[in-house]
């Protein structure tokens, strides 16, 4: 039996599906059920509905309260306003209610803080502001969970706030008139098993429980048409990919049917920001979140936080062309910034690679990129990582990311409630941070203590996990469609990774911003393109760069179609290597 004790990486090779690379299923079904789906569910799972997965709203707490309140609000004429995180999912879910309420005759106003002046979430200044301009109810998309002292501004002033959001809670909610959130803690339990919904998947479910409402109280009677929510399903697709939510159960159901949407360019400015950002023909699940997703991430990272629902609500196709066209530019800006700062970070995180946790920092690091960075870290080292951007007082500002296992947002939120921090929160995989001057090294010794036995844990199961072994001649585009039916892949639902081999390797060099490009050559005489992607300085890249043509080896990871080349051809992203 095909196995890999120790590879260039250092780990061991095991097969996904416990019986191995089997023959006797069909391939989807294989692929299905190594992730985790039951036998009985498979039917459904072949083609993820949200009829299928859609829960009732009713069963998250305070679902129905917030629906009621914005049905009354509705029916007053009261002004609503709409508070969303300057992010993807923060930027999607504003849109969702925007778009709805105005199909229910409502303009609602919106809010988007910037980055660098006001930070995460909601403050009592900007929520007080939206009061004079005369808000009468306010709605915070993507936070809101952990403000407690805006919150208390806002109630002060006389502002109604229902909270929608995902990140984790404190024992103690905020002042709101409703807190919809899946990771309450007093969140019933079919509820909470919806904690891994981006804030857009929740921002459609209180959409969902809004129709009802109305249609309850007969606002669609006498011929009055009812808002189709299923069309804005392009906006939860995108903002559930781009937060890296795992696509499980809904959330997989949300983006099969959110591309589907997206396909027939319903949302004008999203169709112009694929163009803007080259893409052609259908658009895939990987474009969601290496394509569209940056571009209106950089509004907010380096630019004006508000362009990115700007572009998903606008009805102008000349406005759409000329915010997708900025957010291009921006994003190229954010790409410089971002690899100045990875370089400063990485020679920081070289000297911290045993740790727990790496915690790197710079005073003028840009805070809009420290997530990003902190990604990299993760990848490179495989384990948690947090990036802070040091201002001119000593505060830093910081983002982190986490390995599977080791749940970092609990971490952080311990941290702050122990006095390390002055804010903090996220989830499980994702957290951010403000640390008061001089702070930074109590942090990391904290996070240090705190998470080890879970990092331990984790490394210690980690293993490159196989759905297939393949002769070089199986490397086709053909296999990459039939693996697609498994689709589609993204955290928590991970592309099927094949080991394909023995093969000879030519042609190997540096290509990009560290990419090792080959081609590799079985015995049966059929040949592949392969690209290891920032893998130049790291042991598997430099095993790669020193292959003779005599040697052999097995490379693991996945394929895709190769679309330059067309036909049947097929390339591989190769994620690690053995000696055959």
């Known amino acids: ?127 007080v502001k939206l009061k004079e301009e005369g808000a009468d109810l306010a709605i915070t998309v993507d936070c809101g969970a952990q403000a407690f002292d805006a919150l208390d501004e806002a109630a002060a002033a006389g502002l109604e706030v229902i909270i929608c959001d995902h990140h984790q809670c404190a024992s103690k909610l905020p002042t709101a008139h409703s807190v919809i959130n899946p990771n309450r803690l007093d969140e019933s339990e079919e509820g909470a098993a919806h904690g891994h919904l981006a ?29 189709k929510i299923i069309d804005l399903l392009d906006l939860v697709a995108l903002g559930t990919v781009a937060d890296v939510a795992k696509l499980r159960t809904l959330n997989r159901a949300f983006v099969t049917q959110g591309l589907k949407v997206m396909a027939n360019e319903r949302n004008i400015g999203m169709a112009a920001l694929a163009r803007a950002a080259s893409l052609n023909g259908a658009p895939k699940c990987r474009d969601l979140g290496f394509a569209l997703g940056p571009r209106i991430n950089a509004g907010g990272r380096v630019g004006k936080s508000d362009l990115g629902v700007r572009l998903l609500t606008t009805s102008d196709p000349s ?13 190229e800006e954010r790409r410089a910034i971002e690899t100045a700062v990875t370089e400063a970070a990485m020679e920081q995180a070289e000297a911290q690679r045993d740790a727990p946790v790496i915690v790197t920092s710079g005073p003028g690091w840009h805070p809009g990129v420290v997530g990003i960075v902190a990604s990299r870290i993760k990848e490179r080292f495989h384990r948690p990582a947090l990036v802070i951007a040091e201002e001119e007082d000593g505060t830093g500002k910081g983002s982190g990311r986490s390995i599977n296992g080791v749940d970092l947002g609990a971490a952080i939120l311990a941290a702050k409630d122990d006095g390390l921090l002055v804010a903090g929160g996220g989830h499980a995989m994702a957290a951010g941070v403000t640390v008061a001057p001089g702070g930074i090294a109590g942090l990391r010794d904290y996070l240090a203590t705190r998470i080890a036995d879970d990092v331990e844990a984790a490394l210690g199961n980690r293993a490159l996990l196989l759905d297939a072994m393949l002769a070089p001649g199986g490397v086709a585009g053909a296999l990459c469609d039939k693996i697609e039916q498994a689709g589609p892949f993204g955290a928590g639902w991970p592309a099927p990774r094949v080991a394909v081999g023995p093969v000879r390797l030519h042609n190997v060099s540096v290509v990009g911003n560290g990419h090792v490009r080959m081609i590799a050559l079985g015995d049966d005489q059929r040949r592949f393109k392969a690209i290891a992607f920032r893998a130049e300085d790291t042991p598997l890249g430099q095993a790669l760069l020193a292959a003779r043509g005599d040697s052999h080896f097995w490379l693991a990871g996945v394929i895709k179609r190769d679309d330059w080349t067309g036909g049947d051809a097929a390339e591989m992203h190769v994620e690690d290597a053995a000696y055959a």
Do not use: C
């Open 1 to 127: 039996m095909f196995e890999v004790s120790e590879s260039i990486n250092g780990q061991p090779w095991r097969w996904r599906y416990p019986g191995g690379d089997s023959l006797e299923r069909d391939l989807t079904d294989q692929l299905l059920l190594s992730r985790g789906v039951e036998e009985a569910d498979l039917p459904r799972e072949r083609d993820p509905r949200i009829r299928d997965f859609l829960p009732d709203p009713s069963v998250f707490a305070d679902m129905d309260k917030a629906a009621a309140r914005i049905a009354d609000a509705i029916a007053a004429g009261e002004k609503i306003a709409v508070f969303g995180d300057y992010d993807v999912d923060g930027a999607t879910s504003a849109a969702l209610l925007t778009h709805l309420f105005r199909r229910l005759g409502t303009e609602p106003m919106i809010y988007i803080p910037d980055r660098l002046m006001e930070g995460y979430g909601p403050s009592g200044a900007a929520l």
């Open 199 to 227: 804030a857009v998947g929740m921002a459609f479910l209180l959409g969902v429980a809004l129709l009802r409402e109305l249609r309850k109280r007969g606002r669609f009677v006498n011929g009055t048409p009812e808002p």
């Open 319 to 331: 406005e759409a062309e000329a915010i997708a066209a900025e957010l291009d530019r921006l994003n």
